[in-house]
């Protein structure tokens, strides 16, 4: 595993005691590691880094990647067409602009969104990663966690279907402005990680999801571990846990209220 951040480099001496010395030196000048930009690098523009507030700090959680697991309550999974008895983790990504914020005890207005007309909603628990590496054991995979959010993978399902229907990648149906709504992250340190406790959503005040996180076939540990199988994981890196079942459309003029024990509400208006 990688450490939480990466260590500074030092500065080439001015003066080098052999040539060994030197040609080591260059070689780690030389070396970049991914996502980490170069000292004094020019650029045409600026694009402003997508960040999540950390709760009870005035700290923001930077944002580097948002995976999220598909079918992972098994009712979610039948409703979907799947056997969860028999069907392998599968993930698939979000831009990392697609994040909304959503402060606690206000009601964020979220924007219908184009070329779609069943809009869906997917309350998740998102884990927030401090920490990174590749092939990482189950037992170990819970020291990566920074702290834990509520989350929604809105999705646009008729685009989704479509495109499965025809064998082409579905990503239009996740990935696009404002799919990830999230409420601020809470440090492990104070929250612990939820493993078990209710997770409902309702829509204009009628319940239409409601499970328990214990009801996950694949635990965050497990989600985290077999993510790193497939890439490195790196600081700053989400998880979007996964939905109950019960998914379903919404309109313009909804008002979605999501729930996770030890996590405040996440409020939205489909405008």
């Known amino acids: 595993m990688t450490d939480s951040f990466p260590r500074p480099r030092g500065l080439a001496r001015r003066s080098l005691l052999s040539t060994s010395a030197a040609m080591a ?25 997508t960040t999540v507030p950390i709760a009870g700090t005035d700290l923001s959680f930077p944002v580097r990647r948002i995976y999220c697991i598909g079918r992972n309550y098994a009712a979610h999974a039948r409703e979907m067409g799947s056997d969860p008895t028999r069907e392998p983790p599968f993930f698939f990504q979000k831009p990392t602009d697609a994040i909304q914020n959503v402060a ?24 927030a990663l401090h920490k990174g590496g590749r092939d990482v054991p189950v037992e170990q995979a819970l020291d990566l966690v920074y702290g834990y959010a509520i989350g929604l993978d809105m999705t646009r399902r008729d685009l989704q279907r479509a495109m499965g229907n025809e064998k082409k990648p579905w990503e239009i149906g996740k990935s696009f402005d404002h799919a990830a709504p999230i409420g601020p ?39 985290i571990s077999n993510l790193s199988k497939a890439f490195e994981l790196r600081p700053g890196d989400i998880i979007y846990s996964g939905t109950p079942e019960n998914v379903g459309p919404v309109v313009k003029g909804d008002v979605l209220e999501g729930h996770i024990d030890g996590l405040p509400h996440l409020n939205l208006r489909i405008v």
């Open 104 to 127: 606690p005890g206000t009601v964020a207005d979220h924007p219908y969104p184009t070329l779609t007309k069943n809009y869906h909603y997917e309350i998740e628990l998102v884990a």
């Open 25 to 49: 030196a260059g070689a780690v000048a030389g070396c970049a590691l991914p996502g980490q930009a170069q000292s004094g690098l020019k650029t045409p523009f600026e694009i402003t880094p």
């Open 185 to 223: 992250i809470h440090p492990v340190s104070r929250l612990g990680h939820p493993k078990q406790g209710a997770i409902w959503l309702k829509v204009n005040g009628e319940t239409r999801q409601s499970a328990d996180l214990s009801m996950m076939i694949w635990s965050v540990a497990e989600q």
